[in-house]
């Protein structure tokens, strides 16, 4: 049986650095490695990501909704893992504030946004943010299927469109 689980991050800059967390050697997942801020989406907010995403960022750096500016839907990554299928929605904002909470998620950083490359992170971290990098466009919501070429992730981008439906009858 497959089931799905969906997470929503948030990438937050203050000028030309990047706040990101080195997660604990003690999570389960991606130990030591460098990720965004972010986690699972409750139930309650499947339907609203966005929520998610602000209270994520609340509970890892004491940010409010408030402290956030431009928190904007960029990418939407969906890849299979043993019988799930993980569906993350991806959020970029700026911030003014830089004095945050230290949780036990792990450790959170300002990097600088030439430096962000540089560090150890999950792939699907590594080519969201070299998307963002690359080509970053915040009108366009792009989707990411990720597939697999010879064990290695293989990133298939695609934007998001609206199309007039009539004009297809």
Not at 2 to 12: E, G, H, P, V
């Amino acid at each position: 049986m497959i089931t799905l689980k969906s997470f929503a991050r948030a990438y937050i800059f203050n000028n030309n650095k990047l706040l990101m967390m080195k997660r604990s050697l003690q999570k389960k997942f991606a130990p030591g490695l460098w990720a965004a801020i972010g986690g699972h989406i409750e139930p309650a907010e499947m339907n609203e990501p966005k929520k998610a995403c602000i209270r994520e960022i609340k509970e890892e750096t004491g940010l409010e909704e408030t402290d956030i500016n431009s928190l904007n839907l960029q990418y939407i990554i969906m890849r299979k893992a043993a019988s799930e299928i993980r569906i993350q929605y991806v959020y970029f904002g700026t911030t003014l504030k830089t004095q945050l909470c230290q949780t036990e998620e792990g450790e959170l950083n300002w990097i600088a946004k030439n430096n962000i490359l540089n560090r150890a992170m999950s792939a699907t971290t590594k080519e969201t943010l070299k998307r963002y990098i690359l080509h970053n466009n915040p009108k366009i919501i792009e989707v990411a299927i990720v597939d697999c070429d010879n064990e290695k992730p293989v990133f298939n981008w695609s934007k998001i469109e609206d199309w007039n439906a009539s004009s297809f009858i």
